[in-house]
């Protein structure tokens, strides 16, 4: 089955910062969610972004199906940026399922 | 929308015995998804619904373990005979009908805890 690899699987930054973390996956996809889980287990929806480039506030994501990787940045992090940053992937030929990387944990200090 | 809503949000309960967790998931979204996800790991699916009927079961779930949906609207998951291996919390979410964004909702979560 199709393999999700996320970099960093951690990263601390000071407030202010900026960050890019990685989702590399290893077939072609038909969709690709971007979460953040929060300290309370609830994952939020970030991106729907399959390929292209989306953006909101200071958040904004890539994904070059092509060459089978996605982008996430982040600006001026602030501290409730903390928690765990997960991308999925869907594939029809695969069934219903989003299949998950193992997530980067950010940690954004005063 | 109001969200896709979990109960109980928390459930402790000694090995052996049976628990039910209830999902409800957004209105007009006809697929609902289970996944379990353990303390430093990913979500990982267990199984989906198409309306009523249960579509896909991952190997994960176990013959203790069983999911229904049965007017299509609102999921059961009950895992009889618990294990301290089936501490995790376990997540549902649903998705729009076939034909739209595949974008799922994630509910908040049932975090179970079997001593």
């Known amino acids: 089955g199709i393999q999700v690899e996320q970099s960093p699987p951690d990263l601390i930054l000071q407030e202010g910062a900026n960050s890019t973390l990685r989702c590399n996956f290893s077939d072609s996809v038909n969709n690709l969610q971007w979460f953040h889980q929060n300290p309370w287990g609830q994952l939020i929806n970030l991106f729907y972004i399959p390929s292209g480039t989306k953006q909101n506030g200071r958040l904004s994501a890539t994904t070059v199906a092509t060459e089978r990787y996605s982008l996430l940045y982040i600006s001026s992090s602030q501290t409730t940026d903390s928690g765990v940053y997960f991308c999925?992937?869907?594939?029809?030929?695969?069934?219903?399922?989003?299949?998950f990387g193992q997530g980067t944990e950010l940690s954004v200090k005063p | 929308d109001t969200g896709v809503s979990q109960n109980p949000r928390h459930k402790i309960t000694k090995r052996g015995q049976n628990v039910t967790f209830r999902c409800d998931p957004i209105s007009e979204h006809n697929r609902l998804y289970w996944y379990r996800q353990t303390l430093g790991q990913g979500p990982e699916f267990l199984t989906y619904?198409?309306?009523?009927?249960?579509?896909?079961k991952s190997r994960l779930l176990s013959d203790r373990f069983s999911a229904e949906r049965p007017k299509g609207s609102f999921s059961t998951l009950e895992i009889q005979r618990t294990e301290q291996g089936d501490s995790a919390m376990y997540l549902c979410?649903?998705?729009?009908?076939?034909?739209?964004?595949?974008?799922?909702?994630f509910g908040p979560g049932t975090r179970l805890t079997v001593l």
């Open positions: 619904f198409q309306n009523e009927a249960q579509l896909e």
């Open positions: 999925a992937v869907f594939v029809y030929n695969q069934g219903g399922k989003l299949i």
């Open positions: 979410a649903s998705s729009r009908p076939s034909g739209g964004p595949d974008t799922q909702y």
